[in-house]
T-cell receptor, first 113, second 114 residues
């Protein structure tokens, strides 16, 4: 059974803080993704990675960076959190083929005050 | 500009009746479409997909229809059950996209009343 875990379910941070969101998958998937979910906007892709140390910008990368030092772990970094980054953050992973299913973690609800 | 749109933010249906969820897309390069279902406090889970070479795909109570000329797809749930109450996201994959990058719609919240 595929398992994607995220380090926190709820997080509250202050404006300007550096924030780390961690994601771990146990299925040896090549691809990993970070999305944010906002009402009416659905899921929007922030960054994705198709291999260790490889990353590509998604649709809304501004204000975010990522790190993938190990195949199973993909981190999302908010260098200086802002209130407009308050959102639900979802991590996903999949095998490398374009039609492979993405499996999602439970999400992290981040509030930036 | 949203390339995948779900114009109905919510839908309420009686148990046992049909639920019809709609999705429109603008990018003609999309050739693979998926529906994901999301319960509160959980991540989305894959429900059903369809390739652009087909116009219908069925899996139990769930059927997805694709109309390429109209750039429109729909998900039918028959019969609807209370456990189907969730948010449903339509997603699309583009030919030539790196990895398996998906573009999602805004979601439709379905409430099935007992």
């Amino acid at each position: 059974d595929v398992k994607v875990t995220q380090s926190s379910r709820y997080l509250v941070k202050r404006t300007g803080e550096k924030v780390f969101l961690e994601c771990v998958q146990d299925m040896d998937h090549e691809n990993m993704f970070w999305y944010r979910q906002d009402p009416g906007l659905g899921l929007r892709l922030i960054y994705f990675s198709y291999d260790v140390k490889m990353k590509e910008k998604g649709d809304i990368p501004e204000g975010y960076s990522v790190s993938r030092e190990k195949k199973e772990r993909f981190s999302l970094i908010l260098e200086s959190a802002s209130t407009n980054q308050t959102s639900m953050y979802l991590c996903a992973s999949s095998f490398g083929h374009r039609l492979d299913t993405q499996y999602f973690g439970p999400g992290t609800r981040l509030t930036v005050l | 500009d949203q390339q995948v749109k779900q114009n109905s933010p919510s839908l309420s249906v009686q148990e046992g009746r049909i639920s019809i969820l709609n999705c429109d897309y603008t990018n003609s390069m999309f050739d693979y479409f998926l529906w994901y279902k999301k319960y509160p406090a959980e991540g989305p889970t894959f429900l059903i997909s369809i390739s652009s070479i087909k116009d219908k795909n069925e899996d139990g109570r769930f059927t997805v229809f694709l109309n390429k000329s109209a750039k429109h797809l729909s998900l039918h749930i028959v019969p609807s059950q209370p456990g189907d109450s969730a948010v449903y996201f339509c997603a699309a994959s583009r030919k030539g996209a790196a990895g398996n990058k998906l573009t999602f719609g805004g979601g439709t919240r379905v409430l099935v009343k007992p």
